[in-house]
């Protein structure tokens, strides 16, 4: 299908691809927006329609189901049956509390699931930026959720994948020293290099990049806290002149 016709091509067109397109100058264009095609609404109207007879029928399945135990427990109270009656009933009863547990297991992993995920994903833009996608696999392997008196908590694991005291500071201040992850880290491949001041990473290359993590629009308090270890004259310049180093204070108390 081609984007652009002339109106002769479009003419030659049948009505079923000409709706497809769109009067654009003098020509047609193709109509990027095929949620305003008539397939389109038809495809969506039926789709919702099979939905809403699914909802009816299941309805109709549980009301039946509910008549028929009802019919089923009267018949057995006429009869006196009372062990049979007990008998569903705790079934029933069963059933219910084993569909709770599964509903409450699913709603716990999608809870871990989005706290390791939040978790990855912040530290993962922080120390790589645009290449956090290719970081990410291994953060997450060194994150877990363990449940400590009730509640979630994130445990950062040991490289060898044991049970650690590491906190996510720990985790960030390990990725950055470690060479084997130098070439994804945003950063790393100028800290230091060529300044004619000798101040390592406090030359003017280094505070422009740096710059952005304090500026308010791209604010990274994760680079923050690494550029406070690593450079702290160059990290005092920035909080300074951005003035953030209370906030920054205030995260690295925060994550200890």
Do not use: C
């Amino acid at each position: 299908m081609k984007f652009k016709l002339t109106k002769e091509e479009y003419e030659a067109l049948g009505d079923g691809v000409k709706e497809f397109y769109r009067e654009s100058g003098d020509g047609f264009e193709i109509d990027t927006d095929v949620t305003q095609s008539g397939d389109y609404q038809k495809l969506y109207n039926n789709r919702n329609d099979v939905l809403d007879e699914k909802k009816t029928e299941e309805k109709k399945r549980l009301a039946l189901e509910e008549e028929q135990e009802k019919a089923k427990l009267k018949g057995l109270e006429d009869k006196q049956e009372y062990e049979k009656i007990l008998g569903i009933k705790e079934d029933k009863h069963k059933d219910s509390l084993s569909m709770a547990r599964a509903e409450s297991s699913r709603l716990k992993l999608q809870l871990e699931n989005s706290i390791l995920n939040a978790s990855v994903e912040s530290i993962a833009y922080g120390l790589a930026g645009d290449r956090a996608e290719l970081i990410k696999p291994h953060l997450r392997a060194r994150m877990r959720m363990v449940e400590v008196d009730g509640i979630q908590q994130l445990l950062i694991t040991a490289p060898n994948g044991t049970d650690s005291q590491m906190t996510t500071t720990d985790l960030v201040d390990e990725f950055t020293k470690n060479d084997l992850y130098a070439p994804l880290l945003a950063g790393r491949g100028s800290s230091g290099g060529g300044s004619d001041n000798g101040n390592g990473a406090g030359g003017a290359s280094d505070f422009t990049e740096w710059e952005a993590y304090f500026k308010p629009e791209t604010r990274n308090l994760t680079k923050q806290s690494l550029l406070a270890k690593e450079d702290p004259e160059l990290y005092k310049k920035l909080a300074e002149k951005h003035n953030s180093q209370g906030r920054a204070r205030v995260f690295r108390q925060g994550v200890r």
